[in-house]
């Protein structure tokens, strides 16, 4: 089985690069323009099912992919919703200097915590039997994800990006690694068990 975990169209916090965490921001113009011409790229391809975050952003992304490829409204996975960036959220990312602002804050929710989450909603859309899912969720889901899953540390996860695993037994967690952040991963990055 193939799952397609897609990062939702763009929101006003993206732009002003915020944190936005289980804050739920709704898409902007261009956020809604980015849905559709996705929508049009994944029409034809043999996606079965669609899921997504229960986040207004990702549910109106997944909204408009299920419009236009015919898939339907989605179904909400709850488990897949955005890391909750506790009081860090509506502040900036990026620190006057120019760096990244570390998500370190003691009301961040642990990495540990989103990964588990996570593997638990994937492991609910294999056994759903469809034999390919989309599932609309969050950059620092997909990106903390990869993360565990590769051997490399994966970049920023942009908007609308695809990102494919496939169900695989002797895979680390059960899932291989075939497309990251649109970019196909060789072999060799993907843990075995």
């Not at 959220?89 to 370190?104: M, N, W």
């Not at 059960?174 to 843990?191: I, Q, S």
């Amino acid at each position: 089985m193939r799952i397609g975990l897609i990062r939702h169209g763009e929101t006003e916090w993206n732009r002003k690069a915020l944190f936005q965490g289980m804050s739920d921001i709704p898409l902007n113009d261009t956020g809604y323009d980015q849905a559709r011409r996705t929508a049009v790229l994944l029409e034809g391809q043999p996606w079965s099912a669609l899921f997504c975050s229960p986040l207004t952003r990702t549910t109106q992304t997944a909204t408009e992919l299920g419009r236009i490829t015919g898939l339907g409204e989605p179904t909400p996975l709850p488990d897949i919703v955005e890391r909750s960036f506790g009081e860090l959220e509506g502040e900036t990312v990026f620190l006057p200097d120019g760096t990244r602002r570390l998500a370190d804050h003691p009301t961040v929710e642990p990495v540990a915590a989103v990964l588990e989450r996570t593997y638990r909603a994937l492991e609910h859309v294999a056994a759903t039997g469809a034999s390919d899912a989309l599932i609309v969720t969050h950059g620092t889901v997909v990106r903390l994800l990869l993360n565990d899953l590769l051997t490399v540390a994966s970049p920023a996860i942009n908007n609308l990006a695809l990102t494919v695993l496939e169900t695989d037994p002797d895979a680390r967690h059960g899932f291989r690694v075939r497309l990251a952040n649109g970019y196909p991963v060789a072999v060799e990055l993907t843990h075995s068990v």
